[in-house]
């Protein structure tokens, strides 16, 4: 093995010094650990005590990374005096062809960066026009919808509801509990300090009921089904079932986003309420292992900790987070170009931004309700 580890021997030869290229030059043998250290620490040694000559017809195997990896160490330009075989000449003159050498690094002026800001604020604004043009059309389409509610879409929206909420909810389930244990054991570590154990009811009931079963619901959401709305119109972009559409004279807001939207704003709640049970019943077995707070106090003093005013705040909250969230990926796969890159790029926004908006959104309806006493 160590004998086809790549390596440089300094020798002397009729013309001068020279070294020795010996070994194997591979990716798999450049790339075992130790090895490209060794090999950098050993051109670096080399190239502070001169230049000399090369002999490169010792070697066991030569590849392009090998190749590349002397091309660079010479300064992308061939040394003086080299020896080499035929086959290994046509190696490195390939890759003096097709490598191309790393721009100079040059720090950005004054100007640049305005321009830069400027590409930035331009784009924000395109977006933002994009999203209010899909708003009013998605007012638009409602209007037509109450019109002749006969001729909407409600196949596509009890599907939608069907794959955004019903196949949500183990996952959903699961994070609430998790959360609602963790949430509960950290608590009562600080409780007990103080002796205020009984307080885990509105600790845990405010936190989940108000602020952590929504936001959590959506996020999961967000990830989840807000992706899937992006990559589904996405792909209709790339399949040019969008151009088909509106070659056809199908309109795209009525038949796409506005079921979405539907969908999404009615299961948004009901995933909610469903998260929040359960992570409100993780945090009551967590309170009565650790604690020793029964179900049946915690169920019978919830009630009177946590007004129902906070139930209904979560509730209109997660009907907002689930009209942004469907508007959001909708927005993200209409903008889609026909590339599987732009496909990618696009659903990836789209989770960013929705999970961004809805902590946003979030810290607002907060502010919003505290000013007037909620």
């Keep these: 093995m160590e004998a086809s580890n790549p390596r440089i021997s300094r020798d002397t030869s009729p013309d001068g010094p020279c070294l020795r290229v010996l070994g194997r030059w591979t990716a798999a043998q450049l790339t075992l650990p130790g090895v490209w250290d060794a090999v950098e620490a050993s051109l670096k040694a080399q190239a502070a005590q001169g230049a000399t000559g090369w002999d490169l017809r010792a070697l066991q195997r030569l590849d392009h990374l090998g190749a590349q990896v ?30 191309i050498a790393p721009p100079p690094y040059r720090p950005r002026t004054l100007w640049e960066r305005f321009v830069r800001l400027g590409e930035l604020v331009l784009k924000v604004t395109d977006h933002a026009e994009d999203l209010l043009r899909l708003i009013g059309q998605l007012m638009l389409d409602l209007i037509r919808l109450v019109r002749a509610p006969r001729d909407g879409p409600w196949r596509d929206v009890t599907g939608h ?38 307080y885990i009811v509105n600790i845990l009931g405010l936190s ?35 151009d088909a559409m509106r070659v056809m004279g199908i309109p795209q807001g009525f038949r796409l986003v506005m079921p979405r939207a539907l969908a999404m704003a009615l299961a948004m709640p009901l995933i909610t309420l469903w998260t929040t049970v359960s992570a409100l019943v993780g945090g009551m077995l967590a309170a009565d292992l650790v604690l020793g707070i029964t179900p049946s106090y915690f169920i019978n003093n919830l009630p009177r900790a946590v007004m129902v005013s906070n139930l209904w705040l979560a509730m209109g909250k997660s009907v907002v987070f689930g009209l942004l969230i469907a508007l959001i990926g909708c927005h993200y796969g209409l903008r889609v170009k026909p590339n599987t890159e732009s496909l990618g790029q696009g659903t990836t926004a789209s989770v960013v931004t929705s999970i961004t908006v809805v902590i946003l959104i979030d810290a607002l309806f907060a502010v919003i309700f505290k000013n007037i006493g909620i």
């Design 70 to 99: 002397l091309w660079n160490h010479w300064g992308r330009q061939w040394p003086a005096r080299i020896e080499v075989l035929a086959d290994q000449r046509a190696m490195l003159e390939r890759v003096a062809r097709y490598a």
């Design 161 to 198: 509801i069907f794959h955004i909420g019903a196949t949500a909810l183990p996952i959903t389930a699961l994070v609430g509990f998790l959360i609602g244990v963790v949430l509960a054991y950290l608590t009562s570590q600080q409780l007990r300090l103080f002796g205020a154990e009984i």
């Design 208 to 242: 989940l009921i108000r602020e952590l079963g929504p936001v959590l619901a959506a996020v999961l959401i967000a990830g989840r089904s807000g992706s899937a709305i992006t990559a589904q119109i996405g792909v209709m972009r790339v399949t040019e079932e969008l």
